[in-house]
């Protein structure tokens, strides 16, 4: 199975390694150094199989490439996947990390990670003690801290943007907005747009967890019938499929998750739904931007709210491209990142 998978990746390279001691396998997968090195956040989580691991790492790294590109960042794209058999806590998840950090630093900086699902500042730091090549460590051990509130902010500005091209005025007031899923980001944007004066729904397995939003709780199981103008998708990826997008009831797609897209031909189907797709990889940037542009670039606070502000833009130019094409926004996207690749 892991060959199949790597016979059709088009990618560079994959590292993998099996850490006896807790039964997990590290996948690190490095889809392109055309641009700098690859950079990618670490995704710690259980899975039935290992080849599902390598899947959702060799789907992600090939994203990340898209994003940094999209975002004009110098860097390749990567990501890596810790498949563990139930994920850890205490002294067992420090010394996994610790090994792993291990793995990272004998790639060579070819590799500079930062968190993601069921990461955070703190894995970070346990990383950074062994490799320098991580970011998004806490303030106190020299990194920039969370970057959610980034992710959560360039979402944001991206629904605003893709609100204005479906409707002619960005202000969120008095829409409907669903936000699936109220981790780390789903909760920080559910707040922007109750702020903004939105009206806001929120799906998530842990009820408590989406009540502390502030916002109103709606039933996982039937949140995609109920009628929005914004689906925001903020959990795992490839929930927008040919059932799922038959029963959505909204006008715009506009989310933080990775990968949404479960196969390239759901993007024509949003499309042939009436449906404006606001590309995951576009609009969910606002983290790289974070880790990369404070601790890579040398940005100052200013510089970085203006890039992330800059993801709207970046989507307004998106959907006029794919509305002159006569094409779908992701492919927009596509053609957009493969551009800038080809630049390099």
Known sequence: MFEDLLRRWDGEHVVVRH????????????????????????????????????EDGLRLAAGMTRKLAVLGLPCGGGKAVLAVPAVPDGDERRRLLER???LVESLGGSFVTG?????????????GSRTPHVFCRSVGNGGSGDPSVHTALGVFHGIR?????????????GRTVLVQGTGSVGAKLARLLL????VVLVSDVDEERARATGADPVAPDTALELECDVYAPCALGATLNADSIRRLRCRIVAGGANNQLATPAD?????AA??????????????ALHGIGLERLGWDAGRLER??????????????????????????????????????
């Open 267 to 271: 993007g024509e189907r949003l499309r």
């Open 115 to 127: 968190p993601d699902m069921n990461t955070r500042e703190a894995d970070m730091d346990v990383v």
């Open 19 to 54: 850490d006896e001691a807790t039964g997990a396998w590290m996948f690190v997968c490095i889809h392109s150094t055309r641009l700098g090195p690859a950079m990618g956040g670490t995704r710690l989580k259980s899975y039935d199989e290992p080849p599902q691991a390598l």
């Open 195 to 198: 702020d903004a004066g939105a």
């Open 100 to 102: 792993y950090g291990d």
């Open 161 to 173: 943007a893709t609100l204005a091209h479906a409707f002619g005025t960005d202000d969120p007031a």
């Open 274 to 287: 009436g449906i404006l797709y606001a590309p995951d990889y576009v609009i969910n940037g606002g983290g």
């Open 307 to 344: 890039e992330v502000a800059g993801i709207g833009d970046t989507l307004s130019g998106i959907y006029r491209q794919a509305e002159a094409a006569g094409i779908t926004t992701s492919e927009a996207a596509e053609r957009l990142a493969a551009e800038r690749l080809a630049q390099s």
